[in-house]
């Protein structure tokens, strides 16, 4: 095996590298080193003609040594990206349970829709007269989120949940600016159970953040919210079903607490999933919501994006929603760029959104239907529970036998006296073939593990997935410990040093030797 140095690794990966083939290959779990250490810079895939004289004109600029790209054949670079691309656990590989990031089945028929010419070539600086049915689908995709979440307006531009966030946090500030309190409404009210993108977002925007304690069980109370409000409060920033997975039971009271403040109400609709159908969260006094496209919607994400995050608006923040939004008039359909003299605060990104994204999201709601979406929130829900009651013997419930939404959540005190962690036991699930579940968050609950099934898990899927965690369990309480602090031993790589790589990361790689002239080969 190769380090990123391109020397061999110590054998201090015994044991858990014990018995170590020749060629550090395990089965057909191939070791794959770094492009820039196989192959040669004197190899080529392809061939290119020598170029024809000619007179440079980077002046100073002009490079005076080799560059050292990668050579490979084209066998080669096969080879590596296949075995790279193996190395990646992902969702249409096996159940993928990490709580929050809803990582469900994208069908396939998305995919075929995105690829249509119309929609996968289209260029967003295309006239208008063009690109018609890019325009009704947006539009239809709107009046859809419009009408799941019972709110007046939706910005479909922003690109991911927290840009979401950052949009919807935007109009607020703008309403607050229209009614002459942006300077001294400059407290943003947050959970203490929140993702951290919702103080990020508030931090980022240039407003204070004030935490508000939730209860012991997990919620949040409306006397907590009322002693937090004040006149100097803009909003209130909520996940609903929240963090822990549950239902917040007073969000219409503490709504209406916020909005007789003056302040505002924004939901962190991440967790949409396990309401679609069921709740219009305009119906329970939200202002604004973001929709993880790539997570209720089921566009693929992981890996980086790209995401969609349109956010839904309220009436009183209906007028602020930012440029473009598409609007109809009679067949035909137009974009609004530049609303002059309306109250939109700008625009949050370049262009008009993620159109892929759009199409898979749309193709995934006409396919469903309105009864498939509610079905899907309700298997989701199901699925949860499901996996709570069959573990709650084994692990232990974060929050007793309270039916979760979405997602179970389970506490580290089953491990007590194991002399194991939350960490030892998600390591321990790779070797099973799992990847872990969300682990420490919510930070409310202590070594927190939260499992999120979605719909997309078959009974048997599920089964064995809980069988595998009590078999775990079992042997974490039987004092197995070697099965979890060597974990992973099967995985391409063993426990890293985390805080290591995070602390003094290797951002650079250096070629081992001095980087040859490339040459022809004959
Ligand atoms: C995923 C998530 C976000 C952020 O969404 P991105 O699309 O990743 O930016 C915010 N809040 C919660 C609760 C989430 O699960």
Known sequence: MLNNQGRPTAPSEAPRRARKTFTSNRALQIEEALIFEIGDACVTGVDIDEPAPFQPRLGAHERTSAIGLPGLSEPETMRHYVRLSQKNYAIDSGPYPLG????????????QMARLPGFGDVHPLQPQSTVQGALELIDRLAHYLMTLTGTHAVAMSPKAGAHGEMCGMMAIRAALEARGESRTRNVVLVPDSAHGTNPATAALIGFDVRAVPARDDGTLSLEAVKAALAPDVAAIMITNPNTCGLFERDVVAIAEAVRAAGAYFYCDGANFNAIVGKTRPGDLGVDAMHINLHKTFSTPHGGGGPGAGPVVLSERLAPFAPVPFVRRSGGAFSLVEHARGGQA??????????????????SYMLSHGSDGMRQAS??????????????????????????????????DEWLKGTGLTTLDFAKAMIDEGYHPMTVYFPLIVHGAMLIEPTESESRASLDLFIMALRDLALAAKRGDTERFTGAPRFAPRGRLDETRAARDPVLRWTPKKPVDEPKTVE
């Open 100 to 111: 929050s990031c809803t990582m469900k089945h994208n069908p396939r028929l998305n995919e």
């Open 345 to 362: 605060f700008g625009r949050v990104t370049a262009f008009h959104g993620q159109m892929g994204m759009f199409v898979r999201a749309l």
């Open 378 to 411: 309700e298997d989701a829900v199901l699925n949860a529970n499901y996996v709570r009651v069959c573990l709650s013997d084994a692990m232990s419930p974060a929050f007793g036998e309270r039916a979760c939404m979405h997602e179970a959540l389970f506490d």
